[in-house]
């Protein structure tokens, strides 16, 4: 398979994909601490499944980084907006 893996969408750090007996593929996330994971019957499905979480969790990553508790009040109804737009996001996925 040639299709590219997004990083983690947790910890943004590289994935793999393994392949289980030919039952099942596994991409998961390399670093020991994160256990991220997504299984599929076929090795397609488990790329497309990772990479479609990669998006939404890079968002995540962007706005944790951020603190919503030192901003001014419109920034922080921006930052409110932001998350409420991607947690509907990814409960549509």
């Given at each position: 398979m040639t299709d590219k893996l997004k990083p983690c969408p947790f910890c943004g750090n590289a994935a793999k994909v393994f392949g289980e007996d030919s039952f099942s593929f596994m991409v998961f996330c390399v670093t020991d601490k994160c256990n991220a994971d997504q299984y599929s019957l076929t090795e397609a499905e488990a790329i497309a499944a990772?990479?479609?979480?990669?998006?939404?969790?890079?968002?995540?990553?962007?706005?944790?980084?951020?603190?919503?508790?030192?901003?001014?009040?419109?920034?922080?109804?921006?930052?409110d907006q932001r998350r409420k737009a991607l947690l509907e996001a990814t409960n549509h996925e």
């Open positions: 990772w990479n479609t979480r990669a998006g939404a969790g890079q968002q995540a990553l962007e706005l944790l980084r951020e603190s919503p508790l030192s901003m001014q009040p419109q920034a922080r109804h921006d930052w």
